[in-house]
């Protein structure tokens, strides 16, 4: 579809190209909230206990005893629920400069997406007059379909697969001119995501440096020293890596390792892109694998310091937390950054063996909160086995280090 | 128990007071955030069905036709998760005013609850050092418990009854010599729960005044043109009242009809305090009568412009909207207030008349966010006869109110 797609940006992979994306997106976007929770730093800053690393690659291994201050960038409340609509207003505007408004009106715009692209392209695409054409697997669940016709679109339905899908992508490219335009694999699209880390900088910055009440440890001291963001198709990680090279603030990437959908990381681990993934990982918007464009970034180390993977289990405990303690509603693919940051001991060590006994400010991006209330039901419903060892204190979340931090 | 509570202050019920009562109490306290959400605004805008007024008292009437901007006080994001941290810190803070730090710190303070009060109370009395006894129900949940131990509190298990309760209390009374800090009942708590109004009416001004990118639809206009609280004890809507009395800002109460706990409007329609409330509504914050201070306030239409009931299947479907829409975890005693706006038509029909074709600026609190992933998978468990008429779109949240909104 190469061919089909929007032609690339004549704007390099470069944070000034993420600052001008920001420029021409801000009046489109909500500038969303950063927030701060002293229980889940607490518990960040806990090592975990022996018996939850049982099971573990890390079991018998001393656990790691990194200091941890969260930030949390939500964009569960960016427009549309997600960060996508950062990409999409970004692909967008730059596709108008290109073809002028009026041959992007008469020729519109066509994606495949089940999901929160296909909301963001939508609502996008309405707010300058231009057709949105949006391909959808027709078991998709029907909130999001009336999500996406709300905005106006035109839906089109395929099979659930690859190829159904592309047939019918091809099918509207060919009737309509439409532009595709892509959920990740794009340079528009990594430069609007990468929006999201010039707030998110300047936020942690400002609540650093000027607001002691809040708590935070270090006053007048330094902002952001790590970002941890998750990592699907890679929009969001290449993005935040793009915006943060060369500021000193490190960007790391939390994938599921359910069913292989920690793509990103085997692929660096063996120094090749893995171009399929089959997973069912409860992370839905992480079952896609790497694209091209991302995976040029993504596996540059000079860009992203590493990949983490976390269990499904983890993601849970990790959402848990948030709507219980953050107060937010977060999808489950929103929590594997924090999930990492509670639970995986690379990347935990990671912390404690560079920031040592001055701890980090991470900033954790909650990347959207499209979920239902059966969703949340359904999630946590799954496993009382697991309710009833977390109620008995000995899973990741495990007595001790709950005890000393609830409800604060 | 008067004679062993905190003696009365000598600050009178006026702006003044809660005024003085924010600067005490500014330091401990989050500014929590306003929101505002244009699918509720809009859904709030949009007349009911004549469908979703079978069966309700309104059943058979044309709908009213209101306009109305949301906006949402998010004392979810309070500290221990509701409002209650803002009384509790109030009257923590008179009382070492009145008695003396040392002297609160040799007696200490006491209070029964089993919920948001308990943990407010340890909290303010752990900043100050002073112990704190908490008598809780020995049903009380586990993570409640444990909340309230972990600001170092004291806890003294009661059995469920208001007189197994107070036999308590008493004991811990005459050990103790400890000063009673009642729940609502009191006006140091009364002005600390006004403190939320003062926030509330800046942070509309600003963002009505300064952010038209936000959407509102009023230019440089005026603020909150009206608040409306959830009503149990009654400790949150009398404080809005003194704090907005004066000030041109309408003030109402919503409360649950379940089995009786709209005892605030059944007591103001018939000219007295209703004394004693035994409703198990989800509104589990709301089951308590209005306290005798609190009804002081509450049933003079000087303060309060009216009480509005709302159904139990108002609550949860208000509570899908706010944590599906707005993405904020809320516990369900937190939506009445929504509730009432979204579904009560004589509410409705109030904000038509006097509004008008101009519409108003309504403010809603959300008060607390305390609940657990199973507890809102038993709210919404509870009914699946009601989830599959809203599929079918003739409930409440009908088919053409919400295809207009979705995930806007």
Chains 1, 2 share one sequence.
């Not at 892509?182 to 528009?188: A, L, R, T």
Request: charged share 25%.
């Amino acid at each position: 579809m190469g061919s089909t797609a929007a032609e690339p940006t004549t704007l390099p992979l470069t944070r000034a190209s993420v600052v001008a994306a920001h420029a021409l997106i801000k009046p489109y976007i909500h500038l969303t909230p950063v927030q701060t929770n002293t229980t889940l730093s607490t518990l960040a800053s806990t090592p975990q206990s022996p018996e939850a690393l049982k099971g573990t690659p890390w079991e018998g291994q001393p656990p790691a005893r990194p200091k941890i201050k969260l930030f949390f960038k939500c964009e569960n409340f960016q427009r549309i629920g997600a960060f996508k609509a950062r990409g999409a207003f970004h692909a967008v505007r730059r596709l108008v400069e290109r073809q002028g408004l009026e041959e992007v009106r008469r020729r519109g715009v066509v994606t495949h997406s089940s999901g929160n692209h296909a909301q963001a392209l939508a609502l996008a695409a309405q707010t300058f007059a231009i057709p949105a054409h949006i391909v959808m697997p027709a078991i998709s669940t029907p909130s999001k379909i009336a999500g996406t016709r709300a905005h106006g679109a035109r839906i089109y339905f395929s099979g659930p697969t690859a190829p159904e899908r592309e047939a019918v992508v091809a099918d509207v490219l060919r009737e309509t001119g439409a532009t595709l335009v892509p959920p990740y694999d794009h340079p528009d699209v990594i430069l609007g995501q990468g929006t999201m880390a010039l707030e998110f900088a300047a936020q942690v910055d400002e609540l650093v440096g000027g607001r002691a009440e809040l708590g935070v440890h270090r006053e007048g001291g330094r902002g952001l020293d790590a970002v941890i963001t998750p990592c699907g198709g890679g929009g969001m990680l290449a993005g935040n890596a793009v915006a943060l090279r060369g500021t000193g603030v490190r960007v790391f990437g939390a994938e599921p390792s359910f069913q292989g959908a920690d793509d990103a990381r085997r692929g660096v681990e063996r120094g090749e892109r893995v171009r399929s993934v089959r997973s069912l990982t409860i992370a839905d918007g992480l079952r896609t694998p790497l694209g091209e464009w991302n995976w040029g970034v993504v596996a540059d180390e000079e860009f992203v310091g590493g990949l983490y993977a976390v269990t499904e289990r983890n993601i849970r405990d990790a959402m848990r937390l948030v709507l219980e303690r953050v107060k937010c509603v977060v999808e489950p693919s929103a929590v594997v950054g924090l999930a990492a940051v509670l639970f995986n001991e690379e990347f935990r060590g990671v912390v404690e063996r560079e920031a040592g006994e001055e701890g980090w400010n991470v900033g954790v991006v909650f990347s959207g909160g499209n979920t239902t209330v059966e969703a949340i039901a359904q999630i946590f419903r799954e496993v009382p086995e697991e309710r009833a060892e977390r109620q008995e204190g000995v899973v990741g979340m495990d007595g001790e280090r709950v005890a000393e931090n609830v409800a604060g």
